[in-house]
């Protein structure tokens, strides 16, 4: 079990995006407002926060939101999940991993500034199979298929 530790946005593509506390998950969307949500298999993204932690041991000054993740956490090796998997997110949201890492943008002002980006290797994303609140706090689980909680 996990817990949300950030919930970020940004208007446009390209941006780091910003801790907004609480937000809503649409189903089949994404977060409403956010720049990367619309109808295809990277609604969400998420990335943990002992991955913006191993940036900072490199020297960097990052922050959760700054990988352009939507959904920082805590307690998951979200990386280590396979696609397909189910997640329990807050009271009632349920996400489905599509996708592990990414390829990373020639333009990404991480990579730029450290020549390493955790982005594309740790970070994960999902599309939003149940819609509902997110918010700081709220736990994360791995959920079975049927998106009900693994005991």
Partial sequence: MGVIIAVCSSPEKGMRKQNIGT????????LEGDAHAGPWHRQVSLLAMES???????????????????????????????????LAIGPQVVGEVTQIGK?????????????????????????????????????IEVAGTDGKLQS
């Avoid at 998950?25 to 994404?30: M, P, S």
């Avoid at 041991?57 to 696609?83: C, Q, R, W």
Wanted: aromatic share 4%; charged share 25%; with cysteine.
């Fill in 23 to 30: 937000g809503m998950l649409i189903k089949e969307h994404g």
């Fill in 52 to 86: 913006i932690n191993k940036m900072r041991e490199k020297g960097l000054d990052v922050h959760p939101g700054d990988f352009a993740e939507n959904l920082t956490t805590g307690g998951i090796e979200l990386y280590s999940l396979p696609v397909g998997t189910r």
């Fill in 103 to 139: 390829e990373c943008h020639t333009g990404c002002a991480i990579r730029q500034l450290a020549g390493d980006c955790i982005m594309p290797r740790e970070g994960i994303f999902i599309r939003v199979l149940t819609g509902g609140p997110v918010k700081v706090g709220d736990r």
